[in-house]
Every structure is written in C-alpha cells, then in structure tokens.
C-alpha cells in the first residue's frame, strides 16, 4: 500500500527545518560578533602600548 503524503511532511516540514537552519546560523554568527566585540572593548586600552 502506498501512502500518499500529506500536505504538511512533504511542504510544511522541509521549510520548517531550513528556518530552524537559517535561525541557529544567524545566532551563531550573532554570538560570534558580539564575543569579538567584548574582545575588543576589552582590550582597546593596550592597543596603544604595545601588550596586544
């Protein structure tokens, strides 16, 4: 017996799973910047004498 697919496996679920993708490489790279941006703000002080 075949099956036939319902609407929402085969249209609602593959765009479901490439918003979760699209969402965590948005976080991730969000996370990313602002980890860079501490880094930064951190050290901005010593760029000028030399010890960074």
Do not use: Q
């Not at 765009?15 to 880094?39: H, N, P, S």
């Amino acid at each position: 017996m075949n099956k036939k697919n319902s609407p929402f496996t085969s249209i609602v679920l593959p765009i479901l799973g490439a918003v979760v993708i699209v969402a965590g490489a948005v976080a991730f790279i969000c996370m990313k910047l602002a980890e860079e941006m501490r880094y930064n703000e951190k050290w901005k002080d010593y760029d000028e004498c030399g010890w960074h």
